[in-house]
């Protein structure tokens, strides 16, 4: 199929790849002219691991092509996927400008009958506001579709390649058709395509971004209600997370979630909720119980410290607001630099794919690390602020020789405290009693 989407950010890249993977011809259309120049070179905008392989393949293939013309990429498309940003406007609902110029693109260029799906993150009523604005120029036929995208950051290929459900808004048998022929390949296995009707898709995304957020949020606040009884988080967790209906993905506790998603769709699912007079009091919630989560951190190392941070040296382990990405958006590490910087601490950072976009961000306001050794040499306190692999099992007896104090505060809970303790640490986690 002659597929085209346009917005070659983390998702439209992803899904370009994979479909082109899978043998369509596929036109990326990005309107970022440095971004493009840097594709056609195989040299990727973001870090996500395995894309750069496909990327490769693909275009050396012919079947991948990137550009910055928006209206020929258009014209002859069977599919356009529009995926570019929504970010949150002021009032923290979703901006659609972005969507919306890709919309009168389409009704001015299209030029053979087409499926349009939406597949950035956008309201109910969106597909509806696209199609008003494609319907003034339009010269050819055209069906709506939402195909919200649950790709997860870091794990992107797989969860493209292999969804645990693909959920495609649909009102006419033409997109239906297409839109189950495109996913075929993706669900070989048995996993089903969920076609619906677009407001039900559309408010699909968002449902499940807040659900997992919930999910996240409860678990803070019960870690933290660990620590005043004495409680195990981490026991908890498996205790609850064994029962079916609970299930054991998305508990762990942490030092609040970030990301370019979690914080704007709960903003703007509160924002349609209230606009629509059915106003959801548990994401208001949830927000405030991460706000305040990402003071956790600086709050246990003031704690270990005695209320005392200036002069004092802290190293970060890690930076991007999850392992597996370079991605800094909404980061709890921001947060928490912030207020170490504004204490009177001076503060060095090692992360194995994050610190190239920090320093983009905030410069030289701290240092940066080549390893994470070198971080945490001469440190009063090494804090993991980001749960990659590689800071999973430490040479704790190298570590305890590099810094000046023997201090971990661990927002991750990768180490076990018994054995910390054991080895000569001052240990601070998250949820396990005074650990
Ligand atoms: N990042 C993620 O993991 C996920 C994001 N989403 C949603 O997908 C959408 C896109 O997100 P990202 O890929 O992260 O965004 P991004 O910001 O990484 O990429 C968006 C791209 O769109 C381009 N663009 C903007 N206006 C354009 C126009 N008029 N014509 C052509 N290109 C244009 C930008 O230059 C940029 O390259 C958002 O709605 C987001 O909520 C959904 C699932 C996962
Ligand atoms: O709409 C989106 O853009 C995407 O948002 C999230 O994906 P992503 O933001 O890439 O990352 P997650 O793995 O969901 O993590 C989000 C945040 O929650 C935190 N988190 C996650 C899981 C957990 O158990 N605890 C926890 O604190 C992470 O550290 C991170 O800060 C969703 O998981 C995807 O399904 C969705 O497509």
Not at 398 to 403: A, D, G, I, Y
């Amino acid at each position: 199929m002659k597929i085209t989407v346009v917005g070659t950010g983390y998702v439209g890249l992803v899904v370009g790849a994979c479909l082109a993977e899978t043998g369509n011809d596929v036109i990326c259309a990005d309107v970022d002219q440095g971004k493009v120049d840097g594709l056609k070179k195989n040299v990727l905008p973001i870090y996500e691991p395995g894309l750069e392989e496909y990327v490769e393949r693909n275009q050396a293939a012919g079947r991948l092509v990137f550009t910055t013309d928006v209206p020929s990429a258009i014209r002859d498309a069977e599919v356009i996927f529009i995926a570019v940003g929504t970010p949150p406007d002021e009032d923290g609902s979703a901006d659609l400008k972005h969507v919306l110029a890709v919309a009168d693109s389409i009704g001015k260029h299209a030029a053979r009958e087409v499926v349009v799906v939406t597949k950035s993150t956008v309201p109910v009523g969106t597909a509806e506001k696209v199609a008003a604005a494609i319907r003034p120029h339009a010269t050819v036929p055209f069906h709506m579709s939402s195909n919200p995208e649950f790709l997860k950051e870091g794990a992107a290929l797989d969860d493209f390649m292999k969804p645990d459900r693909v959920v495609v808004g649909v009102e006419t048998e033409f997109a239906r058709e297409r839109m189950a022929e495109l996913y075929a390949p993706f669900v070989r296995t048995g996993k089903p395509i969920i076609f619906m009707d677009i407001p039900s898709a559309e408010m699909t995304k968002y449902a499940a971004n807040a659900m997992l957020a919930t999910r996240i949020s409860f678990m803070n606040e019960i870690a933290n209600l660990c620590e005043k009884v004495g409680a195990n988080v981490d026991l908890v967790r498996k205790g609850i997370g064994s029962d079916s209906r609970i299930g054991p993905a998305f508990l762990f506790p942490g030092p609040g979630y970030g990301g370019s998603c979690f914080p704007k769709d709960v903003k703007a699912l509160v924002r349609t909720s209230e606009e629509r007079g059915a106003p959801m009091g548990v994401l208001k919630a949830v927000e405030d119980a991460n706000e305040k989560q990402k003071h956790r951190l600086f709050q246990k190392i003031t704690e270990v410290f005695g209320g005392q941070l200036k002069g004092r040296r802290i190293a970060l382990w890690g930076l991007a607001f999850k392992a597996n990405t370079d991605d800094m958006r909404e980061s709890p590490a921001l947060v928490l630099i912030e207020e170490l910087l504004t204490a009177g601490a001076t503060v060095v950072a090692h992360d194995p794919a994050a610190m190239h976009e920090t320093r983009r961000r905030i410069g030289d306001a701290i240092g940066y690390a080549k390893t994470s050794y070198e971080a945490a040499q001469g440190a009063d306190a090494m804090v993991v602020v980001t749960d990659w692999n590689e800071y999973r099992f430490p040479d704790f007896a190298r570590l305890k020789s590099v810094l000046k104090q023997p201090v971990v505060v661990d927002g991750r809970n990768l180490y076990d405290p018994t054995k910390m303790e054991s080895l000569g640490f001052t240990y601070r986690s998250i949820g396990r009693g005074r650990a």
